[in-house]
């Protein structure tokens, strides 16, 4: 008889924290210039690319265009791979809504870049659209 009423005590409990956490609302994911610094500071294309837009305007000193997602992560990788990422510093950002941007230095063993990110909100999610690299005077 116990284990009976043990039984029916787990599967009422059971019920209770699926429905419980089905109900869970979950927030959309707001991606930060912090978030994007920590792929900078790494020199991580991938990482980065988690945070772009289907289409991305990228300025390099040696070209400048929009790009699908995946050349501008192939563009970026190819870009840190040349220069031997060293390190990102944030110098200034700043939010306007829900647009935010960065001005910063990225140092590579070739120089560094002065760097500007712009995040803008697309839908439910914040997103990297725009990426400048200016070799910094």
């Known amino acids: 008889m116990k284990s009976i009423l043990g039984l029916i005590a787990f599967?009422?409990?059971?019920?209770?924290?699926?429905?419980r956490s089905s109900s869970v609302t979950v927030e959309p994911s707001s991606v930060t210039i912090d978030d994007i610094a920590v792929a900078m500071r790494s020199g991580n294309a991938g990482q980065l690319s988690r945070y772009l837009d289907t289409r991305v305007d990228i300025s390099l000193p040696e070209k400048s265009d929009t790009y699908s997602k995946s050349q501008a992560e192939m563009i970026i990788r190819d870009f840190f791979s040349t220069n031997g990422v060293r390190n990102f510093q944030i110098k200034r950002k700043r939010e306007n809504g829900a647009n935010e941007y960065c001005i910063g230095v990225l140092q590579t063993r070739n120089g560094d870049y002065r760097t500007t990110l712009f995040i803008k909100l697309k839908?439910?999610?914040?997103?990297?659209?725009?990426?400048?690299?200016?070799?910094a005077k």
Not at 11 to 19: D, G, K, P, R, T
């Open 11 to 19: 599967i009422i409990a059971v019920i209770l924290v699926s429905f």
């Open 123 to 135: 839908g439910d999610r914040q997103l990297l659209q725009e990426l400048r690299f200016q070799p």
